[in-house]
């Protein structure tokens, strides 16, 4: 097992060079916002795996694809959103990535908020990928105070613990911006 662990990792080195979508980023809330065309506060619905065989790879990897179904805070609308980090379990098959999201944090009823980004190049199935791998998804929980959102610390979208209300002022100046650089 853990020779297929460390296979897994040496296999996976050339794509995580080759993408930044696949591997954990130090992004503030405006760099992660610069960067993805989505972000999606809802449900998760549905968690499935698939296996692709990168262009130029001799073995396929296992992607897991994470149904996100919600408000898109980019845009005010309805969204589904499935977007796809490297890593995960398919049919068995394992395939460890250190910047996979824990399973805890992606599980069906997980109320959550994902940050999406368009890929070409992830096989059939996927046209986003979550957005810095586990720094592209954040738990929410009901307080008295309303939604809010679980930050993760410096170096993350959301570093601190911060309310819906919160949020979308931060996001309608980052979108600003966004805005701005165009």
């Not at 592209?136 to 307080?143: A, L, M, S, Y």
């Not at 008295?144 to 410096?154: A, E, I, M, P, T």
Request: hydrophobic share 45%; aromatic share 8%; net charge negative.
């Amino acid at each position: 097992m853990r020779k297929s662990l460390w296979l897994a990792a040496i296999l996976a080195a050339p794509l995580l060079a080759g993408g930044a979508k696949a591997c954990i980023e130090a992004l503030n809330l405006t760099q992660m916002v610069a960067k993805t065309d989505t972000a999606v506060n809802g449900v998760v619905t549905d968690v499935r795996s698939v296996l692709h065989t990168p262009e130029g790879e001799s073995e396929a990897f296992v992607y897991t694809i994470v149904t996100v179904e919600g408000e898109d805070l980019y845009t005010g609308q309805s969204r589904t959103l499935e977007a796809a980090f490297l890593g995960g379990t398919h049919q068995g098959r394992e395939f460890f990535v250190s910047s996979m999201p824990h399973p805890s944090e992606y599980a069906v009823g997980n109320k959550v908020l994902a940050f999406g980004s368009p890929v070409s190049d992830w096989g059939a199935e996927i046209d986003h990928a979550l957005y810095a791998s586990m720094g592209g998804i954040f738990r929410t929980v009901e307080t008295r105070r309303g939604q809010v959102f679980l930050g993760k610390g410096d170096g993350f979208a959301v570093e601190k613990n911060v309310t819906l209300e919160q949020l979308r002022a931060d996001l309608a100046q980052a979108l600003a911006e966004k805005e701005a650089q165009r």
